[in-house]
């Protein structure tokens, strides 16, 4: 079974940093890490969910969502089946918790390329910022 | 920037009923690219339906996905006590990659 499990969540000041963690197993069901686009999607408490970041296979491709570009950095090292996310000039409105998410690709035969979707998401860590 | 909106806010029904949820987009989307997502309390997302009908792998047959072009729905066909929860769909595409809907909560009466 494919397994994502974030770490590195906790309390964080205005202004400062944090780094999170996505550590991927389950190689006996097939899911090579290295592979694999992922995500990092946040949720405010009590809100709805918001896409923050992407990361291609070979990291040769990143996309930001505009509220943290600048801010955040998305990497991974694929030799340690491992995906980060640098949070640094800490916002209040940065409070959230923050998932993983593999991106499964889709191939759109009519446009000949491929979309995405998350089939894999991890359980989340929570980072608060006060 | 394509803009998400998911009616009603919130569906209020009882077990073996029908839930239809809408989710409009303010441009028009390749169908290929909407997902719907489900979010019980607690608990992680989890896909239900990708290229706006496709079911995700284990999904039971009482979840559908129609629509195209700006309209899209998510249909419960007979409602049970577990599809209480709140759902999304999301769109991929170009910047930003990925928008989600606000959402639609579900209570099972």
């Known amino acids: 079974e494919v397994q994502l499990v974030e770490s590195g969540g906790g309390l964080g000041q205005p202004g400062g940093s944090l780094r999170l963690s996505c550590a991927a197993s389950?190689?006996?069901?097939?899911?090579?890490?290295?592979?694999?686009?992922m995500n990092w999607v946040r949720q405010a408490p009590g809100k709805g969910l918001e896409w923050v970041s992407y990361?291609?296979?070979?990291?040769?491709?990143?996309y930001y969502a505009d509220s943290v570009k600048g801010r955040f950095t998305i990497s991974r090292d694929n030799a340690k089946n491992s995906l980060y996310l640098q949070m640094n000039s800490l916002r209040a409105d940065d409070t959230a918790v923050y998932y993983c998410?593999?991106?499964?690709?889709?191939?759109?035969?009519?446009?000949?390329?491929?979309?995405?979707?998350?089939?894999?998401w991890g359980e989340g860590t929570t980072v608060t910022v006060s | 920037e394509i803009v998400l909106t998911q009616s009603p806010g919130t569906l209020s029904l009882s077990p073996g009923e029908r839930a239809i949820l809408s989710c409009r987009a303010s441009?028009?989307?390749?169908?290929?690219?909407l997902a719907w997502y489900q979010q019980k309390p607690g608990q992680a997302p989890r896909v239900l339906i990708y290229?706006?009908?496709s079911r995700a792998t284990g999904i039971p047959d009482r979840f559908s996905g129609s629509g195209s072009g700006t309209d899209f729905t998510l249909t419960i066909s007979r409602l049970e006590p577990e599809d209480s929860a709140v759902y999304y769909c999301?769109?991929?595409?170009?910047?930003?990659?990925?928008?989600f809907g606000p959402g639609t909560k579900v209570d099972i009466k």
């Open positions: 290229g706006a009908s």
């Open positions: 998410a593999r991106a499964w690709p889709v191939k759109d035969t009519a446009m000949d390329l491929y979309y995405y979707y998350m089939d894999v």
């Open positions: 389950g190689f006996t069901s097939g899911f090579t890490f290295s592979r694999y686009s």
């Open positions: 441009q028009s989307l390749s169908s290929s690219y």
């Open positions: 999301q769109k991929y595409g170009s910047s930003p990659l990925f928008i």
């Open positions: 990361i291609s296979s070979s990291t040769s491709t990143i």
